[in-house]
Each structure stands twice: as structure tokens, then as C-alpha cells.
């Protein structure tokens, strides 16, 4: 009886956990997000529902390509609750994502959401990497049609393969995701990482260090 205990609580935990790692659940039929709000919460306050409008359940642009003339060739334009206020509680946001060819959306993280991305046009090199310490690559090869998921909080990125341009569209279980470039992140950090826990964590001199920090 008493392992039947331990098993049920260790399952309800279990449990517990998941329901906590997503977004908040709604609780009534539309919870629209006051982005001019003073109030502060882990998320958006509702407006008052009556004042809801069509407009804040709408978002117009996505068959627009995006701007890839830039260092890595790629762009990304994330429809999420801070553009489209009714998505606030509802869990999903999502983007479109133009690459120039050869184009990279570099290694990068979303600390909220799992990411469904889907190929519309051209070829990808898609990956992800395991978590310590094993820091396993799983990569794929996608061709137009093709989805693949990339797990909350796992390093990720995609490249386009071909000579013409590639455009995929990104599902993602948070109404914000965020995301977290490794490179920017670590080298491009505001005030800067001193070189000398950079040159020992990554094993090279700071000379090295600061040649990558100038690109940031």
C-alpha cells in the first residue's frame, strides 16, 4: 500500500511539473493583453473583455518576405502576444522565416516554447543539441512539406541548403517564446563577459575572445 502511495505521488508530481513548464491555462473565453497596462505580471493583464475588437485578434503581413541583407541571410517576424494582444493566455505564437540562399538562423534557444518548423520553400540542415552531458546532435535534411520540432530549451538552428531562397513558417507553445542567440548572447552581452571566463571556458586566448566580441 505504502509504494502505491509513493508511486501516485511521484506520478502527480510528475504531472505537476508539466502543467507548470507551459503557459498559463485561460480561465475564461478571451483574456486580451493591456500592452499599455501599468500593471506588472509574469505575463500580460487582461483588458476588460467587452472592449475586445476583431482587430486584436488579427495580424496582416506574413506573405511579405522579410529582410535577409544582413550578416547571417536569414529573418524572422514573430507574431506573438505583443503583436496580436488576443493571444495572451492562449499558449501559441508563431513566425515566418525568410533565408537568403545559403542563409542561417544561427544556434539559438526559446526558454518557453517548443518550436514546429516548417519547410514552404527550399531545402534545410536542422539540428538541435542535447542537453549535459551528452550534448547529442540530432539533425535532418527537410525539403519543402516537411516539419520538424525542436524541444523547449534545446540549442537549435537552420540553414538553407539551396541556391534560391528558402522560407519556413515556426509554431511555437508560448504566446512568448522568447529566444536566446548564443553568439550575441555570450560575446554581444551588455555590460561584456570578461574575456578572461570567455578564454577559459572556450579553451582559447583572449586575443581569440576579443576578435569574436569586435563582430558583436
Not at 70 to 92: D, M
Not at 132 to 152: H, W
Request: glycine fraction near 8%.
Amino acid at each position: 500500500m505504502a509504494m502505491a502511495h509513493i508511486i501516485l505521488l511521484v506520478l502527480f508530481a510528475v504531472i505537476c511539473s508539466v502543467a507548470l513548464a507551459a503557459d498559463h491555462s485561460p480561465l475564461q473565453d478571451i483574456c486580451v493583453a493591456d500592452l499599455a497596462g501599468p500593471v506588472l505580471v509574469n505575463g500580460r493583464p487582461c483588458k476588460d473583455p467587452k472592449l475586445a475588437q476583431a482587430d486584436d485578434f488579427f495580424f496582416s503581413g506574413l506573405h511579405m518576405p522579410g529582410n535577409t541583407t544582413n550578416t547571417f541571410g536569414s529573418s524572422v517576424n514573430l507574431v506573438s502576444v505583443a503583436k496580436v494582444p488576443g493571444l495572451n493566455t492562449l499558449g501559441i505564437s508563431m513566425a515566418r522565416l525568410d533565408y537568403a540562399p545559403w542563409g542561417l538562423n544561427p544556434p539559438h534557444t526559446h526558454p518557453r516554447a517548443t518550436e514546429v518548423f516548417t519547410v514552404l520553400e527550399g531545402s534545410f540542415y536542422v539540428g538541435f543539441v542535447t542537453s549535459n552531458p551528452e550534448n547529442r546532435l540530432i539533425s535532418k535534411v527537410l525539403q519543402k512539406g516537411d516539419a520538424f520540432v525542436f524541444p523547449v530549451g534545446l540549442i537549435h538552428f537552420e540553414r538553407n541548403i539551396g541556391h534560391t531562397c528558402g522560407v519556413a513558417i515556426a509554431v511555437l507553445s508560448s504566446q512568448n517564446p522568447g529566444a536566446i542567440s548564443i553568439g550575441s548572447s555570450v560575446f554581444g552581452s551588455k555590460p561584456d563577459i570578461s574575456n578572461v571566463i570567455l578564454a577559459h571556458a572556450f579553451q582559447v586566448g583572449k586575443n581569440v575572445t576579443n576578435r569574436i566580441k569586435a563582430r558583436f
